[in-house]
């Protein structure tokens, strides 16, 4: 298997409601027979579909965060770089999780006006923060910001409380790289997708048991192969640019639940835009949150 992708978009989603004998919830986690949505741990061996396609229901309790925080970004790309998709791939990439997250292109429109529009209330800066988390995992937290102070605070305080700690620039980056991810749920006619990713210029296509399919992409590339794609006729499940680990950390039944903590205390902040992380669980490990 290639390299899974490890964002806050690709993540396990257990709804449970029985908690199975001899395990213990910690660091925060509701007591057993609660309900609650687990998320954001990735399970080792399976699509990005496979595990995005838990993670659905859980993002409409927090649609109204999420849609914040696209705004932003969308704003930010089109300050950065023009109002155009086709010549701007932060806009397009935007764009793509825009509609992805069923955000109507009214909101998106006029979004990308604001950031034409050189609002210098608009004005925010990309600040990625690194760090280690629990069970050595590495960390990488891109925000969007116009208080660097307060978003430094907000981001160490989750470090802390959960055992991590906030690294220095470059200290876990090396183990990452940026790829552009298009991902498709099993149905597709595998070889087609193939041969029109690659044809458009996609890095890698990787396939999986299940019929999911992953296509892999440079983020200059990432809005050519996938206008390419649908114009082919093949829909994606989720597109988007995510940093993708070179080596990954595997968690047991007592660090998955503090790593899923960080990601929760991180994703509060309005400031946090994405958490990148390459902590990976078993099946076996999953069934047990």
Same mark, same amino acid.
């Given at each position: 298997?290639?390299?899974?992708?490890?964002?806050?978009?690709?993540?396990?989603?257990?709804? +449970?409601?029985?908690?199975?004998?001899?395990?213990?919830? +910690?660091?925060?986690?509701? /007591?057993?027979?609660?309900? +609650?949505?687990?998320?954001?741990?990735?399970? *080792?061996?399976? =699509?990005?579909?496979?595990?995005?396609?838990?993670?659905?229901? *859980?993002?409409?309790?927090?649609? &109204?965060?999420?849609?914040?925080?696209? %705004?932003?970004?969308?704003?930010?790309?089109?300050?950065?770089?023009? &109002?155009?998709?086709? =010549?701007?791939?932060?806009?397009?990439?935007?764009?793509?999780?825009?509609?992805?997250?069923?955000?109507?292109?009214?909101?998106?429109?006029?979004?990308?006006?604001?950031?034409?529009?050189?609002?210098?209330? /608009?004005?925010?800066?990309?600040? %990625?923060?690194?760090?280690?988390?629990?069970?050595?995992?590495?960390?990488?937290?891109?925000?969007?910001?116009?208080?660097?102070?307060?978003?430094?605070?907000?981001? +160490?305080?989750?470090?802390?409380?959960?055992?991590?700690?906030?690294?220095? /620039? &470059? =200290?876990?980056?090396?183990?990452?790289?940026?790829?552009?991810?298009?991902?498709?749920?099993?149905?597709?006619?595998?070889?087609?997708?193939?041969?029109?990713?690659?044809?458009?210029?996609?890095?890698?296509?990787?396939?999986?048991?299940? &019929?999911?399919? /992953?296509?892999?992409?440079?983020?200059? =590339?990432?809005?050519?192969?996938?206008?390419?794609?649908?114009?082919?006729?093949?829909?994606?499940?989720?597109?988007?640019?995510?940093? %993708?680990?070179?080596?990954?950390?595997?968690?047991? *039944?007592?660090?998955?639940?503090?790593?899923?903590?960080?990601?929760?205390?991180?994703?509060?902040?309005?400031?946090?835009?994405?958490?990148?992380?390459?902590?990976?669980?078993?099946?076996?490990?999953? *069934?047990?949150?």
């Amino acid at each position: 298997m290639k390299d899974e992708v490890y964002s806050r978009k690709t993540a396990i989603l257990e709804y +449970r409601e029985n908690i199975p004998n001899g395990f213990q919830v +910690r660091d925060g986690l509701k /007591d057993e027979g609660d309900r +609650r949505f687990i998320g954001d741990i990735f399970m *080792a061996g399976h =699509s990005k579909w496979a595990n995005t396609k838990h993670r659905k229901a *859980a993002q409409d309790a927090k649609r &109204g965060k999420i849609f914040t925080k696209i %705004i932003r970004e969308l704003v930010t790309a089109a300050r950065l770089g023009g &109002g155009e998709p086709d =010549s701007n791939p932060r806009l397009r990439a935007a764009i793509d999780k825009a509609l992805s997250n069923n955000m109507t292109r009214d909101t998106l429109n006029r979004a990308i006006a604001r950031g034409v529009g050189n609002d210098e209330s /608009d004005n925010m800066e990309t600040i %990625i923060y690194e760090g280690y988390g629990p069970g050595g995992t590495a960390v990488m937290v891109e925000c969007l910001s116009d208080n660097r102070n307060r978003t430094v605070s907000d981001v +160490r305080h989750a470090f802390t409380k959960t055992g991590g700690n906030l690294g220095t /620039d &470059g =200290s876990v980056a090396y183990l990452f790289t940026k790829k552009g991810v298009i991902s498709y749920a099993p149905g597709l006619d595998e070889d087609a997708v193939m041969e029109a990713a690659l044809e458009a210029g996609a890095d890698d296509v990787e396939t999986y048991d299940d &019929g999911a399919i /992953d296509v892999y992409t440079t983020p200059e =590339s990432f809005g050519e192969v996938k206008d390419a794609l649908d114009t082919a006729g093949f829909k994606s499940d989720s597109a988007e640019v995510s940093m %993708i680990p070179s080596t990954k950390a595997e968690l047991d *039944a007592e660090t998955a639940p503090k790593l899923l903590r960080l990601i929760d205390m991180l994703e509060d902040s309005d400031d946090v835009q994405e958490v990148y992380h390459n902590g990976e669980i078993s099946d076996e490990v999953a *069934a047990l949150l």
